[in-house]
DNA sequence: AAAAGTATTGCGGGAACCCGCAACGTTGTG
DNA sequence: CACAACGTTGCGGGTTCCCGCAATACTTTT
């Protein structure tokens, strides 16, 4: 079995390979991609059968990666592993795996033994294997309240910088309900309920999602070059 | 020589730890600690004359954590190792060393080597060392434009959400000033040149510091309870 | 099918924001 | 001192944003 490690730490990427050679006998060999566009490349051209995906990296990053990797391959098994439980990374990742594929994701903060079971578990047996800290971020929000996905993707927007009446005309809506949406957005982000001076909403939106981790640096730049690209082809 | 080491990735604690053991005979304690809140613990109860600190923790920052630290051992010997050549990490260490102390800067993708040598200069020879792409960082900007540090402040107060008036208020300036620095910072982010529809500057301003490591998740954190601090002790 | 609930849209107005114009104070240079 | 350069402040107006009110749709419940 072939697997590859596209990990641009130096020292995580030498850990996860030594434990790799030294737990999961079963495979054969390693190749190890220092970034998600190199990852993306060895990964399409290689026959890797397995994945260990760091999900921050510079170029490209992993769920952008694994996007790619998946529309080409989607039987391929990746194991995420990443520093942050952000809900921003569990979103983007439920958004792209294909139906019947096998994936993990795992925190760099978990326990040796548990990271092993995952790579055995994930690359060896095809499970799927999620943390339970991460299975448990969507619900804990605010008010018990989760994003809608039509909320997140007008919040995606206004994180871009997007005024109102553009937000509309790329949603297909008119521009009161971008409004509203953006209304049920800053209730559910609890904006307004602070004491002292008003705030301004828009801005105090994207200061709240990102400390929330509702939203990151990533997926920011991800949108950014979504939302350029489609704007260059229309 | 007693040396801490306050970093909360394990990957990264054990390899540090490692390399002072091997290649620097000349400590003859360390001690970890995990996380900000921790190390600053542990930094003002022990005597430790050197500390090798991560920038980017939970509870409480890398910066913030040295703040303290050095405002009651200013002689003490702080190395940062981190991830990101962020602009707003660089702003944040420069504004609290001490005169005459010493201090380095260190990023975690610098090899073995450059590592083992910044430790040896900063922590044994109190050496000040600074890698040579952080220092950089500030020209290369935008249009060779540096932020003043009067328009970083209004950058961060912009960044929390507070309205113009508010910031006038805080900042002791009149309401049409703030909106003045306001458009040299839209300037220097190069905001308003983008093709395509108009944008909302203000949460494109900050979309822009995010992206181009003005502003980081830390400093943030930071702005916000210094903002909270402040405005209940008024 | 009726009723109740929810999402979408329009209208309108007050507040905040963006910014050109012009007056004023400060600083520094010949 | 004069003069220029620059930061600060006020004024005014055009635009965007925030949001209550109310009229339709569309969905779910009874």
Chains 1, 2 share one sequence.
Not at 96 to 119: D, E, F, H, M, Q
Not at 175 to 187: A, E, H, K, M, P
Request: aromatic share 6%; net charge negative; hydrophobic share 40%.
């Amino acid at each position: 079995m072939k697997v590859l490690v596209v990990e641009d730490d130096q020292y995580h990427a030498r850990y996860i390979l030594d434990a790799i050679s030294e737990e999961l006998p079963e495979v054969t060999e390693t190749m190890h991609a220092i970034n998600g566009l190199d990852g993306e490349a060895e990964a399409l051209a290689g026959s890797f059968e397995g994945i260990v995906m760091d999900l921050q990296m510079d170029l490209r990053n992993g769920i952008d990666a694994a996007r790619t990797i998946w529309s080409r391959k989607p039987e391929t098994r990746i194991l995420f592993w990443s520093n942050y439980a952000d809900e921003a990374y569990l979103r983007g990742i439920s958004r792209i795996v294909p139906p019947n594929s096998a994936y993990g994701y795992v925190l760099k903060t978990a326990s040796s033994s548990r990271l092993k079971l995952a790579l055995r578990a994930v690359l060896l047996e095809g499970q799927i294997m999620v943390g339970r800290e991460l299975d448990q971020l969507g619900r804990q929000n605010r008010r018990g309240s989760v994003l809608e996905e039509s909320e997140y993707a007008i919040l995606l927007d206004l994180a871009l910088g997007l005024q109102d009446k553009t937000i509309a005309k790329r949603q297909n809506l008119s521009l009161r309900t971008v409004q509203n949406r953006l209304l049920s957005l800053y209730d559910k982000l609890g904006i307004g309920e602070e004491d002292g001076p008003p705030l301004n909403k828009r801005v105090r939106a994207l200061n709240c999602a990102l400390r929330n981790k509702v939203l990151n640096l990533q997926v920011l730049e991800s949108a950014e070059m979504d939302y350029e690209n489609r704007r260059k082809t229309s």
